[in-house]
């Protein structure tokens, strides 16, 4: 990064965001080694990232310094995840890449809003308070109903939680930025939490840090931009529904098949229009076609 693309203030900003972060995982590494879980302190950590992340639009002048942070953060988790180090946030869920994956979802995430323009930012703002808050209390209920919550995944409770918090959240951020009427932000509001709700069920991992991400700003970008209208985000969530529940009750896909599926054939309708919903309805035809033939039988 170089210092003649930042301001002064930015500059030492994001030194002092560095030196905040890693007192953030020293605590977390203090309170590990005095007994406290590691799921607690693996969770206090990832609190207090997506907050940072969230207030990054306060604390800068403009998205680069946030992606030199992002950046180097991956690299290090990476590091560490790969060397089994830092308890405090990999000894609960050792498999989980979900360390690595928050500070890299912060790259597409503000070549999606920010870098664009800063109208946007409110779709980053959400997504990372989302992820502060609906996703933690989603795995703490998980694991207070399912002993065998970590290598279950999510749970119906923990999904109906983060369900509940991303609606709470995303129609407060609305009816306090965009000012829309309460029908409107009510309506903006359940479209994203049912996208959000079921990415963050079929994600594993730990990369739903990632996809929850993603999953809120999608709609809420094109939303926003007037690109897509209320009506048109119920179809596309409905024809994603249609799709996913018929490839799961034809047996051409499994639960999270017919999910990902779902939210594929939706952002085909929602984003895409024809020219891409054509093609995405020849390969799933095609494909499933083929899968059928014994090919043994020829």
């Known amino acids: 990064m170089s210092l003649s693309l ?78 089994r180090s830092w308890p405090s946030i990999h000894e609960a869920r050792p498999d989980s890449w979900g360390t690595v994956a928050l500070p890299l979802s912060v790259l597409p995430a503000l070549a999606a809003t920010w870098s664009v323009t800063p109208d946007r930012l409110l779709a980053f703002q959400t997504a990372y308070l989302v992820l502060a808050l ?44 965009v000012g829309e009427p309460g029908v409107l932000v009510a309506g903006i509001a359940v479209g994203t939490t049912l996208v959000a709700t079921l990415v963050e069920a079929i994600s594993h991992r730990g990369w739903d840090n990632l996809f929850v991400v993603a999953a809120v700003i999608l709609p809420l970008v094109p939303i926003q931009g007037q690109a897509l209208g209320l009506v ?14 018929l490839a799961y009750a034809t047996n051409a896909l499994d639960e999270r098949g017919a999910a990902t599926g779902g939210l ?3 952002s085909l309708v929602g984003l895409g229009g024809w020219p891409w919903i054509m093609p995405g309805i020849v390969f799933f035809g095609l494909s499933s076609a083929l899968t059928s033939i014994d090919w043994r039988d020829l």
């Open 6 to 83: 930042l301001s002064a203030r930015d500059g030492w900003m994001a030194l002092a965001a560095l030196a905040g972060l890693g007192a953030l995982v020293g605590l977390g590494e203090v309170l590990r080694a005095r007994g406290v879980a590691a799921r607690t302190t693996r969770r206090l950590v990832h609190v207090g990232v997506s907050l940072f992340v969230a207030a990054t639009p306060f604390l800068f002048a403009r998205p680069l310094p946030v992606y030199g942070l992002a950046a180097v953060f991956t690299l290090i988790n990476a590091g560490v995840l790969y060397r």
């Open 134 to 177: 609906a996703d933690p209390a989603a795995s703490w209920v998980g694991e207070g109903n399912s002993p065998e919550f970590q290598s279950q995944g999510s749970t119906v409770a923990g999904s109906l939680t983060f369900a509940g918090i991303t609606f709470i959240l995303t129609t407060s951020v609305l009816a306090v930025g």
């Open 232 to 245: 048109h985000l119920g179809v596309a969530l409905v024809a994603g529904a249609a799709f996913g529940g």
């Open 264 to 266: 594929f054939a939706a």
